[in-house]
């Protein structure tokens, strides 16, 4: 049931594999990268207490001796300190320019573990073993790498492409359905924006997927790959197509801004929201057909996602203040709000032509539902 991406990066390329219990094969699909048989791994405490043995017995039974740091699960970790801690202990573990590191988790070590890789020595070659549903279909592939700043997130890094992930599809069994659910919304996302396909397909098996079907995990997490990767071979730094990827980012940043980056909202649950305001904005732009946002709640509500503003709990801001905190977005350029909108399901654009008293009013009759 092991499938492969190629992302095709001219002098920069590389294979994604998915499947079940790849890290069980880890030694015999990293073997061939390797000068000498040894790989320095940084995972976090959660990940490391549950799965770190399996990945050093697969390790091991191609000869590869492995050391490990266990780093704080959580986002608090992707920081200039624990960056420090890191390239510290790769220089202890005498890590050189041919060796190899692995980051084992989520899209935290996956960030800070490729940046670390990306500066240490000038650059040391790194693999994926993405753990999370949002790094296997996400942050594992396509090379954005780095850390949060006091001024917001993100905003320190560098690209710096994976020699290999491995997206083993039997450790998503371990993640909690609130945090799958939440990688889900980047799955839907990639329907949304180039695959109208996909979309219906997820409506039928999506919750399939999220009962614990393999195969219907690895088709979902292969699709969303396969697209990520067309996009990244076309824009690798993001000078145009890769900003697709950030359909709903515009919307979720406010979001996540004004409910302060906590447990009140996930970062893919977030995404999940913006895409059906993103799809309310274009149906009101009378861009893409009326149905489609009421469709996109009807996918996000069977599968037991948040799917309005009435489902954050707590209070927020008011409309123009949501509309303010998205123009500090990173998304911004030349001051004016880059927004992600579709022609229909499978047809998003990037534009700068959205008029703020549109944008203002759907968030005000999204916030009315509350
Ligand atoms: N997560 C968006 C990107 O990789 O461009």
Sequence with gaps: ?????????????????????????????????????????????????????????????????????????????KSWSQLQVCVDWLLEQRV??????????????????????????????????????????????????????????????????????????????????RDFLAGYGEVVKYGLLGDAAFFGWLETNAPLMAAGDMAARVAAVRRSVEMKADIVVRDETEQGDRALLNLGHTFCHALETATGYSSRLLHGEGVAIGCALAFELSSRMSLCPQEDPSRIRAHLHAMGMKTDLADIEGDLPDAEALLDLMGQDKKVIDGKLHFILARGIGEAFVTRDVPSDVVLSVLRDALALR
């Design 96 to 177: 050189e320019r041919r060796d190899v590191v692995i980051a084992f988790g989520g899209g935290v070590i996956g960030d800070l573990v490729g940046f670390a890789a990306a500066i240490l020595r000038r650059g040391v070659r790194f693999v994926q073993l993405p753990t999370s549903l949002l790094a296997q279909v996400d942050s594992s592939v396509g090379g954005k790498t780095g850390i949060n700043a006091r001024h917001g997130k993100n905003l320190i890094g560098a690209f710096h492409q994976p020699s290999l992930v491995l997206a083993d599809t039997a450790l998503l069994n371990t993640m909690p359905d």
């Design 1 to 77: 049931m092991i499938e492969t991406v190629h992302v095709g990066l001219p002098g920069r390329a590389y294979d994604v594999h998915i499947g079940p219990d790849l890290i069980k094969q880890a030694g015999a699909h990293i073997a061939p990268l390797l000068s000498q048989p040894r790989v320095a791994v940084i995972t976090d405490e959660t990940v490391g207490a549950l799965h770190l043995e399996t990945l050093e017995a697969g390790l091991e039974a191609e000869g590869i001796s492995c050391t490990s740091l266990s780093l704080a699960a959580g986002e608090s970790t």
